[in-house]
């Protein structure tokens, strides 16, 4: 099975300013038909886990334009422009590219 | 907009078994791999298993820490999806979500449903 490795755990934010996280996988992500399947979701308190990004740097739909998605191979990371109140919770990264799918511990997002 | 709405949890004791059902809307069922994933309390996202579509002839894919004891169906002329788990054990108690999978991401996910499994 692949690991997803995800850092921080926890990220104290002022609002207004940018987030970062990051996310390793064990192995190339690289599927055989080309795509890398990296996604990075969002669950708020209370909330099921929803899409925000897929093959790594692909908004969902509806999802705001502040968050990006980038990296390569192993590497990847999700970036949040400015938060906003409404980001506080817990962001995922999930590989897709081979069974089992799997997570990244998931980083808590909060507002300091 | 697709909508899935899980059923079915509860308690139970140990050994015991439980069907969770998913409602799906918004798409035709047999069109799609349809994924369970669960979350302990307080823990992270866990992939659970694997219904394929009507195309790929619904063959199923489990994780290893519920093989042979899990089994994932469907009725598509009622859209539903199911997930029928045997001999539990406490370290599945949690909340169960219906997604599904589309080109390596999982797109739609449910409410969920919980389950909890104790002595």
């Known amino acids: 099975d692949i690991v997803m490795t995800q850092t921080p755990l926890s990220s104290p934010v002022t609002l207004g300013q940018p987030a970062s996280i990051s996310c390793r996988s064990s192995?190339?992500?690289?599927?055989?038909?080309?795509?890398?399947?990296l996604s990075w979701l969002q669950q708020r308190p209370g909330q099921p886990p929803r899409l925000l990004i897929y093959?790594?740097?692909n908004r969902f739909s509806g999802v705001p334009d502040r968050f990006s998605g980038s990296g390569a191979g192993t590497d990847f990371t999700l970036k949040i422009s400015r938060v906003e109140a409404e980001d506080v919770g817990v962001y995922y990264c999930?590989?897709?590219?081979?069974?089992?799918?799997?997570f990244g511990q998931g980083t808590k997002l909060e507002i300091k | 907009e697709v909508q899935l709405v899980e059923s079915g949890g509860g308690l139970v004791q140990p050994g015991g078994s439980l069907r969770l059902s998913c409602a799906a809307s918004?798409?035709?069922?047999?069109?799609?791999?349809m994924d369970w994933v669960r979350q302990a309390p307080g823990k992270g996202l866990e992939w659970v298993g694997r219904?394929?579509?009507?195309?790929?002839?619904?063959?199923?894919q489990y994780a290893a820490s519920v093989k042979s004891r899990f089994t994932i169906s469907r009725d598509d002329s009622k859209n539903l999806l199911y997930l029928q788990m045997n001999s539990l054990k406490i370290e599945d108690t949690a909340v169960y979500y219906c997604?599904?999978?589309?080109?390596?991401?999982?797109?739609?996910w449910g409410q969920g449903t919980l389950v909890t499994v104790f002595s």
């Open positions: 997604t599904r999978a589309v080109a390596g991401m999982l797109d739609s």
């Open positions: 918004g798409l035709t069922l047999s069109d799609h791999y």
């Open positions: 219904s394929r579509n009507k195309a790929n002839s619904y063959t199923t």
């Open positions: 192995q190339s992500l690289v599927h055989s038909d080309g795509n890398t399947y």
């Open positions: 093959k790594i740097s």
């Open positions: 999930m590989e897709g590219t081979q069974l089992p799918y799997t």
